[in-house]
């Protein structure tokens, strides 16, 4: 069971949601705008989030932006009408772990929650790390094995659940390449939703700003995939 926070200004969608998902044993809060969510946030420890896009007072998309500056580790799931490319592109470079859009069958969006929970391994954390260094000694990755985190030199970095899933799976293959597939499969093992062409570039791009000075690079082997190797 978890604590769900739902944001969403539909009245009638935001009660709907909120019954659904307390009959399936989460404890749920809600919010109809995006300042009110922020105090929510705050205030109470929250598990994972439903977010609408179009908030009053302040918008989904700059509401998902300070989430990501304070909880960067916190599930987040986008729930929208607004079902374009770009959109979608624009919600998971801005941290969204996943992307639903409207109208949609409530058995998927429970599944969907379910699935959030597990990847993110609530309840049961465990802090068991492990670590891959590079030639130079003092310089360090180290890739938390059970919690969507890392630690460059020692300081540490929440991720993204699909950024730690595509980290570790580099790591696991350090100086091999990674094919589109073998990213796919992993990540569709936990979700019913095909991995769009276009994201695994977006995690590309935000985990290469991540390892800035780590003594490690994810490189672009063309027409196979990618590596990651010292530099």
Not at 111 to 125: D, E, H, T, Y
């Amino acid at each position: 069971m978890a604590h769900l926070l739902i944001i969403e200004d539909d009245d009638l969608l935001r009660d709907g949601l909120t019954d659904l998902l307390k009959q399936t044993g989460h404890t749920v809060c809600n919010s109809a705008d995006g300042l009110a969510a922020q105090t929510l946030l705050n205030e109470q420890v929250i598990d994972a989030v439903l977010l609408d896009l179009g908030l009053p007072k302040l918008d989904g998309m700059s509401l998902l932006r300070w989430i990501r500056q304070r909880f960067e580790s916190l599930p987040v799931m986008i729930l929208t009408a607004r079902d374009g490319v770009n959109d979608r592109v624009e919600g998971l470079l801005e941290g969204a772990d996943d992307y639903l859009t409207k109208p949609f069958n409530n058995a998927e969006l429970s599944a969907r929650v379910q699935a959030l929970l597990r990847r993110a391994r609530l309840p049961a954390f465990n802090t068991e790390t492990r670590a891959i260094t590079t030639p130079d000694a003092t310089q360090c990755l180290q890739i938390d094995s059970q919690l969507p985190r890392a630690w460059i030199f020692g300081q540490v970095h929440d991720l993204t659940q699909r950024e730690w899933e595509l980290l570790t799976l580099l790591h696991q293959r350090l100086n091999q390449v990674v094919s589109r597939e073998d990213v796919a499969a992993v990540w569709q093992h936990e979700s019913a939703e095909p991995t769009a062409s276009n994201a695994l570039e977006v995690y590309i791009h935000r985990l290469r700003r991540k390892l800035l000075g780590s003594g490690l690079n994810i490189r672009n082997v063309r027409g196979l995939g990618y590596m990651l190797e010292p530099l």
